[in-house]
């Protein structure tokens, strides 16, 4: 039997239309545009208000992405035969944010469920996808990535408010006999709770006015030590993949990082010695989006893509979880361009 490889033949992609700038951000919080600008590297950030989203919450933004993913591709919706999504933000504890989806779009064979791996959940959730289709069991799924950040950021707090923005973008992935798509996953998981966390509303510490009041209900962080463990875990991450195939940065057309702060995306750059050109950013524009970062990177250098580029993408997320995956591209994304 000829071997399986999952490759990727399509990318969607879904950003809010309210935009938040930095000066508008200076009189929510204590902070300034240099400021922002100097340790985190964010300009501007996408924010899903009430008024857009009409009852909906990461799903709107899903649905969105898919919508513009088959438009895109053309396939026949009976032909999706699975729908991952990875998101710390589902829009309830259950039904998932994936059968939201589904029954969104009308996908009548499509089986669905949410990943949560905070903002590694894309890259965790593309290697369950490919698994799925390597094996044989599944020829044509969808994995999506995004996260509304802004429904779990606190903006009294002027160290994490600016880093966050929503957004979702998705993956059609589908099985090939050639020799493309995604070759080989290297995963690891951490325990640290501390640095990075939500304290209550699980079930742990359940809501209460206590944890309300308390204001439990944000994403809390240690900007350094999370930074320290970031640069160094997707560094290692991207060399040791590298070292598995052999790949010089010569051979890496694209890094695909995590955009958690431009200065840990120019640090892991710098170690592994890749040339700023060849990594993916975006996070000026788009901020922090959690799972959403990696595909939505994707979406916006879709066009510069070409056939047979290697691709590296890499993340690290609360947990700690982190990684990194290498992917041979499959083809030219010059017909998309934006």
Request: proline share 3%; with cysteine.
């Amino acid at each position: 039997m000829e071997k399986i490889n999952a490759v990727i033949t399509g990318v969607g992609g879904y950003v809010p239309k309210y935009i938040l700038d930095n000066d508008e951000m200076s009189r929510i919080v204590d902070t300034t545009d240099e400021w922002i600008m100097e340790r985190i590297g964010v300009k501007t950030r996408h924010i899903l208000r009430d008024e857009e989203r009409q009852g909906a919450g990461t799903s709107y933004l899903m649905t969105k992405a898919v919508e513009e993913l088959m438009a895109k591709t053309q396939v026949d919706p009976d032909t999706i035969e699975a729908v991952i999504c990875a998101t710390t933000t589902p829009d309830y504890h259950f039904p998932s944010t994936a059968s939201l989806v589904i029954g969104n779009l009308g996908f009548k064979h499509a089986f669905g469920f949410d990943m949560e791996a905070a903002c590694a959940g894309f890259l965790y959730a593309m290697e369950v996808g490919a698994s799925m289709i390597t094996s044989g069991r599944r020829k044509r799924i969808i994995v999506c990535g995004g996260d509304f950040m802004s429904s779990m950021t606190n903006y009294m707090d002027r160290t994490t408010c600016p880093i966050f923005g929503d957004g979702a973008a998705c993956v059609m992935m589908e099985a090939t006999t050639e020799d493309y798509g995604l070759i080989e996953s290297f995963l690891r998981t951490d325990s640290h709770f501390e640095p990075l966390h939500m304290a209550a509303g699980g079930s742990a510490k359940m809501p209460s006015h206590e944890t309300v009041d308390a204001r439990e209900h944000f994403v809390y962080q240690e900007g350094r030590t999370v930074f320290k463990y970031a640069v160094t875990d997707m560094s290692d991450a991207v060399e040791e993949i590298a070292k598995r195939h052999n790949l010089t940065k010569d051979d890496i057309a694209w890094i695909i990082p995590h955009q958690a702060n431009v200065r840990i995306e120019t640090a892991v750059a710098r170690r592994i010695g890749v040339p700023a050109e060849k990594v993916m950013i975006n996070i000026d524009h788009m901020a922090n989006t959690s799972g959403g970062t990696l595909p939505l990177c994707l979406w916006e250098y879709e066009p510069k893509l070409k056939r047979g580029d290697n691709l590296i993408f890499t993340a690290f997320g609360a947990g700690f979880t982190w990684g990194a995956s290498y992917m041979k591209w499959a083809y030219d994304g010059s017909k998309y361009s934006k």
